[in-house]
Structures are given as structure tokens and as C-alpha cells.
């Protein structure tokens, strides 16, 4: 396809004219990509003062993370514009780029969700109370999750589209599990709850009285439980993939680790709300509206609620399905 686009000569003529416009794009791909990134993460660092309190320190990190992934995204979205705007693939090859797409996108997301908590080279940005070294193992491992995905888009999601054989994609599903399923074994070991969910679990534990006791323990529960999934997952997913079964391989990983992804991010947005309320009570002093404090309680319900057909469609509904429940939902259920 690349070749006989190359050899067509209005396709050229049409390349030749749209020159400037590809040129453009990736010159501002790789300016997003390579300056700008690090230019904006370096602004916000800047205004980041030894000391400052756990609230700003939080939003500084999710505000980098969301400029990361933002630019980020931007730049490959130009890059991938530019070589649309080149003409050079065919059907085949668009279809490659759309599943590429998709994968990147996965990348840009656990890459920024790893940086927002770990953070290796900017302790100042970082939210987890895990050491610089750890930081490191634990960013590394989400970023080749990432990379995971984008093996599998590339290789197993385009090689189902060009059809090859069953063993074809049996092998190559390998290829894309085997360095995914390591991640996850080593991510699994650096997940940890919130820093003040874990004061909360050693103050339950030391039998200090306070209100997040038993919050705490839950939080506790809930990331050993998670860590537990993981390595299950590590565990299973490639024997699967080694024994041939390749449908059941790829349910039992990828699931799992969007599942690990859109779960940190509901704590990171549940953190940073937490946070934000903690630092404006402590502003207006232990007298200052304390009911306050039931933001935190209606915003974790909420991302609860949305975070519901999220899961739903990630485990394998149809958004038919989730369509019928809304419907129940609005019109209700006649009985009788």
C-alpha cells in the first residue's frame, strides 16, 4: 500500500501541496513532545516551595499530570495527523494508525497517572510516601503496562484486521502479555493507599481514637485486595497465553489493568478533593464550618456512580446494556 501510494502520481502532486500544513504539524509534534512538556512541569515545580503543605503539593501533582498527559496527547495527536495528511498508507495502513491511536492513548494515561503518583525525579510532585527508588521501579512498571497496550494494538487488535492465522496471533499475543504481565507483578508490590489513609490505618491499629479509624482499615483492605488482583493477573494471564488460550489471556490482563487505572484515578481526583478541604479547614481554624467535611463523603459517591458503567463496559457490557438500565432507571418498573 505505502508503495503504491509513493508511486501515484496525483497523490504526490497532493503531498507536494500539503507540504507546509505537514511540515508544520510535526514541527509543533516535537516541540509539544520534546519542550513544552517539560517546560510546563518545570514552571510548576518552580512555584513549589520546600515545606509547602501535603493540599498544594497534591494539586501541583495532578496539575502536572494533566498538562503531561494534555501536551502529550496533543503531540502525538499531531504526529499522527501529519503522516494522515502525507497520504502514504492505504486502508490498512489507516486502520493501523486508528488502533495506534488507541494504544497511545492508554500509554499517554498510565504514564500520566505513574508520574502523578510516584513522580521518580520530582519527590516534590510526588503523592505516594514510597522512596525515590521504589518511585522509579513503580513508574518504570506502568509505563511498559502502557507499553503493553500499544503492543496489543498494534499487533494482535491490526493483526485480527488483516487476518492472521489463530497461531500468528497466539504468538504474537505473547509478544504483547509476557512484558505487560511483568509490570504488573512489580507494580503490584508499590501500590499503597493515600499517605492519610495509611496515618489512619496505624492510628486504628495502635488504638488512637479518631473519625477515619475504620476509613483507614477499609482503604487498607481495599489496596491489598487490589494487589492481590494483580498478581493474580501477572500469574494467570500468560499461562493462559502460553497454554493457547488466547481470548481468555487477554481478558484476564487488560481488564485488570484499566480496572488498576481508572480505580487510581478516582483516588487521585478523591485525594485531591480530600486535600482541598483538610487545607481550607485548617485556614479557617477547628471552628470553620466542619460540615465541611462531607464533600469529600458526596464526591467519593459520585465517582463511585460514574465510575460504575466505566467498569461495567471495561468487564465486558454492551453499551446496549447499560442503555436498558438507564431506561429502567428514568421510565421505573411496572409491577403487576
Known sequence: EVRFALDDETRARQR??????????????????????????RLIRRRLQPGESRARRTAAAALAATVRAAVLASGLGLFLLALRQADVAGPAGEQLLFNLAGGLGALVFARALALAWYAPDEPMLRISEVGDEEARTAARAAL??????????????????????????????LVALVPGSLAMWAL????????????DAAAAASGAPGE????????????????????????????????????ASRFVFYPVAVTVGL????????????EAVESWLERGGEDGSPELRLIPVVF?????????PLLELIWGARPGDLADVWDLIVGGVQLG
Open 16 to 41: 507536494m501541496d500539503r507540504a507546509p500544513l505537514i511540515l508544520l504539524a510535526l514541527a509543533a509534534a516535537a516541540g509539544l513532545i520534546f519542550y513544552a512538556r517539560r517546560a510546563a512541569v
Open 144 to 173: 511498559m503496562i502502557g507499553v503493553s497496550f500499544v503492543l496489543e494494538a498494534v499487533l494482535i487488535v491490526e493483526g485480527q484486521s488483516v487476518g492472521l492465522s489463530r497461531g500468528s496471533l497466539a504468538a504474537l499475543n
Open 188 to 199: 503490584a508490590g508499590k501500590v499503597a493507599p493515600p499517605p492519610a489513609a495509611e496515618g
Open 212 to 247: 477515619a479509624d475504620e476509613g483507614g482499615a477499609v482503604v487498607s483492605r481495599l489496596t491489598r485486595l487490589a494487589a492481590l488482583a494483580m498478581r493474580a493477573s501477572a500469574l494467570v494471564a500468560p499461562a493462559l497465553a502460553v497454554a493457547g488460550y488466547f481470548a
Open 263 to 274: 480505580v487510581g484515578l478516582g483516588v487521585l481526583l478523591f485525594t485531591l478533593m480530600h
Open 300 to 308: 467519593g459517591f459520585l465517582l463511585v456512580c460514574a465510575g460504575r
